[in-house]
């Protein structure tokens, strides 16, 4: 017993030396952890391999005709929709994870570990970029497969991808801050769908602006959804960058810049 008390206690104070480099080198081996997890149930991945495909299919045959005429048309329009809907979609799984291994007494073994006390939640949210990653990819080959050509090129097509990651990571802070402070991880997942269902379907992702009645369109042109897929749409369709880019760069800044301290601080708190 007093062995383990020892033990405690020089982690502690391990911990609360840790200098940066060392708290990089835990956050990655974290992250590593989380990957290691997705290796070992694959089924994890459903949300990033099956989604991608099954929306992409249905919404561009359901709407495709309807919307611009045929398929190929709709094709520009709703892929940039499809990644950015899916994407952000995936970053939920950030909160109700970590909420998971809160509530199974990990994070309470991490704390007799001589590693920074951050590393858990950085690597964390480090890991669910590859899941962002594999669903951007599957979302721009099943749109090449159906006869999707954008024209903005190849370098213009890896920036969009990069933008939708990046902004879903920011994204990832909001729902790691309802992880920390939720009491259970379907409770976590409900509050995030509240929060992004009338985001990504009240946005310009699927249908043109004009299409939607008066009422809804002031809050579409608003809704920082549609000026990332606006963003997603100039840099792979025409290889341009407007000014929903600069928003969109900007908006993820404010979420991290917002979120990230408070979530950080919660979950010092909690562990």
Same mark, same amino acid.
């Given at each position: 017993?007093?062995?383990?008390?020892?033990?405690?206690?020089?982690?502690?104070?391990?911990?609360?030396?840790?200098?940066?480099?060392?708290?990089?080198?835990?956050?990655?081996?974290?992250?590593?952890?989380?990957?290691?997890?997705?290796?070992?149930?694959?089924?994890?991945?459903?949300?990033?391999?099956?989604?991608?495909?099954?929306?992409?299919?249905?919404?561009?045959?359901?709407?495709?005709?309807?919307?611009?005429?045929?398929?190929?048309?709709?094709?520009?329009?709703?892929?940039?929709?499809?990644?950015?809907?899916?994407?952000?979609?995936?970053?939920?799984?950030?909160?109700?994870?970590?909420?998971?291994?809160?509530?199974?007494?990990?994070?309470?073994?991490?704390?007799?570990?001589?590693?920074?006390?951050?590393?858990?939640?950085?690597?964390?949210?480090?890991?669910?970029?590859?899941?962002?990653?594999?669903?951007?990819?599957?979302?721009? %080959?099943? &749109?090449?497969?159906? /006869?999707?050509?954008?024209? #903005?090129?190849?370098?213009? +097509? @890896?920036?969009? !991808?990069?933008?939708?990651?990046?902004?879903?990571?920011?994204?990832?802070?909001?729902?790691?801050?309802?992880?920390?402070?939720?009491?259970?991880?379907?409770?976590?997942?409900?509050?995030?769908?509240?929060?992004?269902?009338?985001?990504?379907?009240?946005?310009?992702?699927?249908?043109?602006?004009?299409?939607?009645?008066?009422?809804?369109?002031?809050?579409?042109?608003?809704?920082?959804?549609?000026?990332?897929?606006?963003?997603?749409?100039?840099?792979?369709?025409?290889? %341009?960058? &407007?000014?929903?880019? /600069?928003?969109?760069?900007? #908006?993820?800044?404010?979420? +991290? @810049?917002?979120? !990230?301290?408070?979530?950080?601080?919660?979950?010092?708190?909690?562990?």
């Amino acid at each position: 017993m007093r062995t383990a008390s020892v033990k405690a206690g020089v982690a502690r104070q391990l911990k609360n030396h840790t200098s940066f480099g060392q708290s990089l080198r835990h956050s990655l081996t974290m992250a590593y952890r989380g990957l290691l997890k997705i290796r070992r149930t694959p089924e994890q991945l459903f949300d990033v391999t099956l989604q991608p495909i099954l929306f992409t299919l249905m919404f561009t045959y359901i709407f495709g005709g309807a919307i611009s005429g045929d398929v190929v048309s709709y094709l520009p329009v709703i892929i940039p929709g499809i990644l950015v809907q899916t994407v952000i979609t995936t970053s939920i799984v950030t909160g109700v994870q970590l909420r998971e291994d809160m509530d199974k007494g990990v994070f309470d073994r991490f704390k007799s570990l001589p590693i920074a006390r951050i590393a858990p939640l950085a690597g964390a949210l480090l890991a669910d970029t590859i899941r962002y990653t594999i669903a951007t990819v599957l979302t721009f %080959t099943m &749109g090449y497969l159906m /006869g999707y050509r954008p024209d #903005g090129g190849l370098e213009h +097509v @890896a920036l969009a !991808a990069v933008l939708v990651i990046f902004c879903s990571w920011a994204i990832s802070w909001i729902f790691a801050f309802f992880g920390v402070i939720a009491r259970t991880a379907s409770s976590v997942q409900g509050i995030s769908m509240i929060v992004l269902f009338p985001l990504t379907f009240l946005s310009n992702a699927f249908v043109p602006v004009e299409t939607m009645p008066k009422w809804l369109q002031w809050f579409v042109n608003i809704n920082p959804v549609s000026h990332l897929v606006t963003a997603v749409r100039e840099l792979a369709n025409s290889g %341009t960058a &407007g000014w929903d880019l /600069g928003i969109s760069l900007l #908006g993820a800044a404010v979420i +991290v @810049a917002i979120f !990230a301290p408070i979530t950080v601080r919660a979950y010092m708190r909690r562990t």
